[in-house]
């Protein structure tokens, strides 16, 4: 096993291709320890060079009911009535927990996802 910082792009591609050879590897075995070691360096690469855009509640929920199929009735049943639910699409609402309660419990979406401040629209 020889592991190096991943440093350049050419160091990722070819870490990436090392994880693929290794999928699948036994935990607790060499094979498996080169394996937990590459993703956790892969990660950090990524998380440094490509950075994940910080995305508002608001945007994650609609997003999320888009990919399901889920429409703005589905959410008012969801928080109990459908001005609710249009003012929360329409940021004249903020999510409250019991909201954000509600939505990860029955749409599974994370709760962490959904407890970031964002701007609400003036009354």
């Known amino acids: 096993m020889s592991i190096r ?3 350049t792009e050419e ?4 870490a990436l291709g090392r ?6 590897a036994e935990p607790g075995t060499p094979d498996g320890d080169e394996l937990d070691i ?5 990660e950090h ?4 060079h490509f ?3 910080e995305v508002d509640p608001v945007e994650i929920l609609k997003a999320h009911m888009e990919a399901t199929g889920r429409t703005q009735a589905d959410l008012a049943n969801l928080l109990g009535s459908r001005p609710r639910a249009s003012e929360v699409l329409n940021r004249k609402r903020a999510l409250t927990v019991e909201m954000i309660y509600k939505i990860n419990s029955e749409w599974q979406v994370p709760a962490g996802c959904l407890v970031k401040p964002y701007h609400l629209v003036a009354a």
């Open 38 to 42: 590459l993703v956790d360096l892969v």
């Open 5 to 7: 910082p991943i440093r």
């Open 19 to 24: 994880i693929e050879a290794l999928w699948g």
């Open 11 to 14: 160091d990722h591609r070819a």
């Open 51 to 53: 950075p994940m855009p």
């Open 45 to 48: 690469y990524e998380d440094k």
